[in-house]
């Protein structure tokens, strides 16, 4: 089970930190990820973190979010600065299964999602 928070409104230029607490699973060994969703728009992804800390990140927040996690608190984390509002959207935090971690297809637990929003 998954648990997305920290979201919220916040000035073009400003920052969030989104947290995912996990459990249930034995998060250490796990890869999580961040996928989002803006309205009319098709979920995409957004970083991911594999066990070992390793990070990826879509070229649209590349330089500017920072995914990381604690593993004895089981959380992943978001950390997201300079936002834009085309980052306004609801973030969902997944765990991964099998496959590309790009893809929403290879994750098979999901958070409820947390709103982000940027106003323009």
């Known amino acids: 089970q998954l648990q997305a928070s920290g979201g919220g409104l916040v000035q073009a230029g400003g920052s969030l930190r989104l947290s995912c607490a996990a459990s249930?699973?034995?998060?250490?060994?796990?890869?999580m990820g961040w996928f989002r969703q803006a309205p009319r728009k098709e979920r995409e992804f957004v970083a991911a973190?594999?066990?070992?800390?390793?990070?990826i990140y879509a070229d649209s927040v590349k330089g500017r979010f920072t995914i990381s996690r604690d593993n004895a608190k089981n959380t992943v984390y978001l950390q997201m600065n300079s936002l834009k509002p085309e980052d306004t959207a609801v973030y969902y935090c997944?765990?991964?299964?099998?496959?590309?971690?790009?893809?929403?297809?290879?994750?098979?637990?999901w958070g409820q999602g947390t709103q982000v929003t940027v106003p323009s």
């Open positions: 973190i594999m066990w070992s800390g390793l990070s």
């Open positions: 249930g699973r034995t998060f250490s060994s796990a890869h």
């Open positions: 997944a765990g991964f299964r099998s496959g590309s971690m790009l893809s929403e297809s290879s994750y098979d637990s």
